[in-house]
């Protein structure tokens, strides 16, 4: 009986080894799903929006569907595009498909191109519409939309550098002749030359973060932010860093900006 149950055993164990290699005859890739599920985003987001930037070419848009036109912006570049289309799902906000394209350029960047037609996209409609990289692609669609949950974003902006002010440090008194080595020079040494104090207190670096978190609110997006226009987006301070919630259309715009162009940078790239 304990025989017989052994052989069964094996002839399983042997069927489903062999079940498991003709998978992998067919689809070779079956077995490598997980780890491409979850590609390096970022680095190809990044690339999609280098690829906007450099890429140069002619198009003629002569009353051609907002679609259609797009659609000739993702087959020149090789970057996905996706429109978020009214009704679709039913109710949502969105783009008429029935807009159409005026536009005529000769060797202007992809990015150029996507940007004007999305501009006559806001102009035919009644909310302003925008494009933003996702994990899937580039999408447009109108702002309301785009600030979706599922499409918010947080990274972190340091900010320890700006405003830094260098301290002024002053030479202690040269001593007399005969007091070089005394012990009144090592206690003025001490006092005026040997202790350095931080730029700033940290109720300061507080106050400054509190005024760069209000100035971004106040002129980047202003219509997003939720302390100041119930909008889904937030800032909070975190040591040295600014903690920014929302969508990548927003933090482009940080990026823009001459708040954070110079001073600061993202310190990790966006987490879902």
Known sequence: MRFNSFINFTIL????????????????????????NAPQND??????VATLDAKLFT??????????????????????????????????????????????????????????????????????CCWQTTAGGIEVGPKPRLLRASAL????????????????????????????????????????GGTISPPFTPSQNEARYQKIKSLIQS??????????SGGPCTISVFDDKLIVIAPDFVHRAIARSNIMRTNTQPTSKPTR
Request: charged share 15%.
């Open 219 to 228: 002129t980047v997006e202003g219509d997003v932010w939720a302390e100041s």
């Open 13 to 36: 164990r042997v069927t489903l080894f062999a079940c498991a290699c003709v998978v992998a005859l067919i689809c070779p890739n079956a077995f490598a799903l997980t780890s491409q």
């Open 153 to 192: 974003e947080r990274r972190a902006y340091s900010i320890t550098d700006l405003g830094f002010k260098a301290q002024d440090f002053q030479a202690p008194p040269l001593q007399s002749g005969g007091n070089t080595g005394g012990s009144s020079g090592g206690s003025s040494g001490g006092s005026s």
């Open 59 to 128: 198009v003629a848009f002569h009353q051609v569907p907002i679609v259609q036109a797009l659609s000739t912006i993702a087959q020149k570049t090789g970057v996905p595009i996706q429109i978020l289309l009214q009704d679709q799902p039913v109710g949502s906000a969105g783009i008429d498909p029935a807009i159409t394209i005026d536009l005529e350029r000769k060797e202007a960047t992809a990015r150029t191109i996507l940007e004007l037609v999305v501009r006559q996209a806001s102009d035919a409609t009644q909310s302003e």
């Open 43 to 48: 680095a190809v987001r990044d690339r999609w």
